[in-house]
T-cell receptor
Framework: GDSVTQTEGPVTLSEGTSLTVNCSYE??????LFWYVQYPGEGPQLLFK???ANEKGSNRGFEATYNKEATSFHLQKASVQESDSAVYYC??????????WGSGTKLIIKP | NAGVIQTPRHKVTGKGQEATLWCEPI?????VFWYRQTIVQGLEFLTY????????DSGMPKERFSAQMPNQSHSTLKIQSTQPQDSAVYLC????????????FGPGTRLTVL
């Protein structure tokens, strides 16, 4: 069946450094891929939907691309801020219009 | 436009008591999802309704857990005879349905079973 594997956390970075979170997926369908972010005390919120292969999506300074050949997709940010501390989830849409979730990557930003 | 509303935000029950959690999806959304979130297990899918009909309950523990969607404006998750291992954050999400995957989450209900 469909599956998603995500960078294990926690990831600890200093403010101003760059971030990359990796996800790989398995599906027999054309992939529909998402990134979500969850702040403490809140539910996950949609960061953005990853566009077609080799196109870059972006929101709030984050960017995402996916590599169809490698069946992987990546979330990146050039310069993280303390407010980016959160848990980041990748998700894969499956046939029944549900989402298969990665395990989440906790990001800790030190000032 | 209000987001997904979940009540209560916190619930404390004694072992063996019943807990009912409520979810009001975003108006116009036809799909509702329930998840359970713990530090150990992460985000676990429980069940999914589309146009009020149950579509997939493969994540629901077979005993003690039940979910309903009596109308398009609310869904409930009921846990009978609660146990300490049921302590978790229960999240509800809704989506437009149709061919849309995007889910929008409520803030969750933190259930603590003593």
């Amino acid at each position: 069946g469909d599956s998603v594997t995500q960078t294990e956390g926690p990831v600890t970075l200093s403010e101003g450094t760059s971030l990359t979170v990796n996800c790989s997926y398995e599906t027999k369908q054309y992939p529909t891929l998402f990134w979500y972010v969850q702040y403490p005390g809140e539910g996950p919120q949609l960061l953005f939907k990853v566009p077609k292969a080799n196109e870059k999506g972006s929101n709030r300074g984050f960017e995402a691309t996916y590599n169809k050949e490698a069946t992987s997709f990546h979330l990146q940010k050039a310069s993280v801020q303390e407010s980016d501390s959160a848990v980041y989830y990748c998700a894969l849409g499956e046939g029944n219009y549900q989402l298969i979730w990665g395990s989440g990557t906790k990001l800790i930003i030190k000032p | 436009n209000a987001g997904v509303i979940q009540t209560p935000r916190h619930k404390v029950t004694g072992k063996g008591q019943e807990a009912t959690l409520w979810c009001e999806p975003i108006s116009g959304h036809s799909a509702v999802f329930w998840y359970r979130q713990t530090i150990v297990q992460g985000l676990e899918f429980l069940t999914y309704f589309r146009n009020q009909a149950p579509i997939d309950d493969s994540g629901m523990p077979k005993e003690r857990f039940s979910a309903q969607m009596p109308n398009q404006s609310h869904s409930t998750l009921k846990i009978q005879s609660t146990q300490p291992q049921d302590s978790a954050v229960y999240l509800c999400a809704s989506s437009l349905g149709g061919r849309s995957y995007e889910q929008y989450f409520g803030p969750g209900t933190r259930l603590t079973v003593l």
